[in-house]
């Protein structure tokens, strides 16, 4: 079905597909019990529980999807385990000037300079608060600084800390997204510097709260060089003291290596976040370094490139607990979804193995 609606659909500027993606959801939503009968739930040799949380299906939605949490349930009927709203901020923001989404279809990729446009965390919250959550599904809220050059240093922290304090009441876990690369300052928090400064706040914010979920940090994607290994431990090792229980990665990169995109095409799209295949094989290489780096300790989320059961595995065999969708999801439908669940299956026969959790870091 979605390879006939595609063609159509690629003929509009991205967002406004995603858009139309959105309308479809919303009916979708409305008609619950129709699309479940469509998207049939994961096996159960796929369950997992991580953070004493029953995931049934690996397979989550990616954050900047549904930024407003507004399509929650519909998340749950498609089958997938769980869904990472946001990146939500402090403060309401209307983003970047249009266009700011392309697609990169000779590299099955996008670019997105969206800039964290979203509702603000009051609003989220409150939509939140009158969410039915549905049972046996999982909801991360994933957090960002206000997107404001205006908003640095102690008060971006501060303003991290505002939407913590009102989004974790409806949160299974948090994430921090510490690594957009659309920043209006062209700064993420990555440094050891400016991630202890955000985390000294925000995980007491967390430790305060009397139901306090785990709390996830959102790495960049290495350079394709591969993994700077003393970089990423000393993030690892400040996010370890702090509290921190896990990590995504990946985000989207801002560098443009190894596309086949012709140099004008990307030329004239500009600046912004690469996303899709062209990341799999570095957001690969992370999570088997955290996995390392962790000794497995702490379960991870793979991101970036997923768009097959063969890619969801591989990630998963490096040491990902769970998997995340975004660009995988523009390119092939929400069948993929199903997908990936029949080839999970599969691949867990091929390789004798019983249960998914058999498989994660398998090949770290
Ligand atoms: C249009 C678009 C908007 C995104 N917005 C966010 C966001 O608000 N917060 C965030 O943490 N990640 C955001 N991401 C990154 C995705 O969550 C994901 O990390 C990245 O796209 C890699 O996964 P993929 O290759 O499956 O798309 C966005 C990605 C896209 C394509």
């Not at 990169?104 to 959550?133: C, F, Q, S």
């Not at 991290?160 to 994430?175: C, M, T």
């Amino acid at each position: 079905m979605y390879r006939l609606l595609r063609p159509l659909l690629f003929r509009l500027d991205a967002e406004a597909a995603h858009g139309l993606g959105v309308q479809a959801a919303r009916l979708g939503q409305t008609f619950g019990g129709v699309t479940r009968a469509l998207f049939p739930r994961a096996d159960e040799r796929l369950a997992q529980t991580a953070w004493g949380l029953r995931f049934a299906s690996p397979v989550g939605l990616a954050a900047g999807f549904d930024k407003n949490a507004a399509l929650v349930p519909f998340w749950a009927d498609l089958g997938l385990g769980f869904a990472e709203v946001g990146s939500v901020s402090a403060q309401p923001s209307a983003g970047n000037p249009k266009p700011r989404a392309f697609r990169l279809p000779a590299d099955r990729a996008l670019v997105n300079r969206m800039g964290l446009n979203n509702d603000g965390a009051e609003a989220v919250a409150e939509r939140l608060a009158h969410t039915e959550r549905p049972e046996g599904f999982v909801l991360g809220v994933n957090v960002a600084k206000t997107h404001s050059p205006d908003i640095l240093g102690e008060a971006g922290v501060d303003d991290f800390r505002q939407s913590v304090r009102a989004l974790l009441p409806h949160a299974d876990y948090l994430a921090l997204n510490v690594s957009c690369p659309n920043t209006a300052e062209g700064k993420t928090f990555e440094t050891p510097e400016a991630l202890d400064a955000l985390l000294t706040a925000v995980m007491a914010e967390v430790q305060a709260a009397s139901d306090a979920p785990p709390t996830l940090v959102k790495l960049s994607p290495p350079a394709t060089g591969g993994v700077d290994a003393g970089a990423v431990d000393e993030l690892v090792r400040i996010s370890l003291h702090y509290g921190v229980a896990g990590f995504i990665a990946t985000n989207t990169a801002s560098d443009r290596t190894g596309l086949t995109t012709e140099a004008s095409r990307l030329e004239a799209i500009g600046r912004g976040g690469l996303s899709g295949r062209p990341l799999a094989d570095r957001a690969t290489a992370l999570v088997r370094h955290l996995y390392g780096v962790t000794d497995g300790a702490v379960p991870l989320i793979g991101v970036g490139g997923i768009d097959s059961a063969e890619a969801a595995y591989a990630r998963i065999r490096a040491g990902a607990t769970l998997i995340q969708v975004y660009t995988g999801l523009v390119y092939e439908g929400p069948g993929l979804i199903g997908r990936i669940h029949r080839g999970l299956v599969r691949l867990l026969d091929r390789d004798g193995l019983g249960t998914l959790a058999e498989a994660v870091g398998a090949d770290a």
